[in-house]
Antibody, heavy 123, light 106 residues
Framework: EVQLVESGGGLVQPGKSLRLSCAAS????????MYWVRQVPGKGLEWVSG????????GYADSVKGRFTISRDNAKNFLYLQMNSLRAEDTALYYC????????????????WGQGTLVTVSS | SFELTQPPSVSVSPGQTATITCSGD??????ACWYQQKPGQSPVLVIF???KRPSGIPERFSGSNSGNTATLTINGTQAMDEADYYC?????????FGGGTKLTVL
């Protein structure tokens, strides 16, 4: 059974940093691209960042470029999101999602999602 | 940037057919997929590659994609199908989501 378990969310002040983690199990982690997708409560889905199977290709939404860094540890089956210079508009539920293929940017879909971890940016 | 447009809400009576549309420029030239999200839950893939159902998704869910519009159809809609539905495609290596449609079964 595929499982994606996010952690690391919480309340943080504007300008501060937070690191999200996603523990993956139930599939061959280094065979797939992985993404972070966020959702403001009551609003729609927004792609944040993606990484291909070997970390060779990475992408970010314009809204987080230069502030967020995605990474993965294939030996430990973990996906990470380092979030710096956080803003109030980054407040959202952050989902870890498994891509259907190896490569970032290839056509595909999210075939599994975690339960999300809530990030609240407020003073 | 590429945009996908969905109606904010759709209503359907139990047992009837629900149709949710997703519009984008020449969307039919790309593959589209659909996610269902119930309150307090994570999204679940219900249609991929325009019209394929993942294992475990009921046959009443179907999809199509042509021209500028992808369509999710739910035949014999049940109360349990009440949820938000999001379409998704990709453009120049980025994932694109529609704004979501709230399906009400009443």
């Amino acid at each position: 059974e595929v499982q994606l378990v996010e952690s690391g969310g919480g309340l943080v002040q504007p300008g501060k940093s937070l690191r999200l983690s996603c523990a993956a199990s139930g599939f061959t982690f280094d065979d797939y691209g992985m993404y972070w997708v966020r959702q403001v409560p009551g609003k729609g889905l927004e792609w944040v960042s993606g990484i291909n199977w070997n970390s060779g290709t990475i992408g970010y939404a314009d809204s987080v470029k230069g502030r967020f860094t995605i990474s993965r540890d294939n030996a430990k089956n973990f996906l990470y999101l380092q979030m710096n210079s956080l803003r109030a508009e980054d407040t959202a539920l952050y989902y870890c999602a498994k891509w259907s293929g190896k490569w970032f940017g290839e056509p595909g879909r999210f075939d599994y999602w975690g339960q999300g971890t809530l990030v609240t940016v407020s003073s | 940037s590429f945009e996908l447009t969905q109606p904010p809400s759709v209503s359907v009576s139990p047992g009837q057919t629900a149709t949710i549309t997703c519009s984008g420029d020449k969307l039919g030239d790309r593959n589209a997929c659909w996610y269902q999200q119930k309150p307090g839950q994570s999204p679940v893939l219900v249609i991929f590659q325009d019209n394929k159902r993942p294992s475990g998704i009921p046959e009443r869910f179907s999809g199509s994609n042509s021209g500028n519009t992808a369509t999710l159809t739910i035949n014999g809609t049940q109360a349990m199908d009440e949820a938000d539905y999001y379409c998704q495609t990709w453009d120049r290596s980025t994932v694109v989501f529609g704004g979501g449609t709230k399906l009400t079964v009443l």
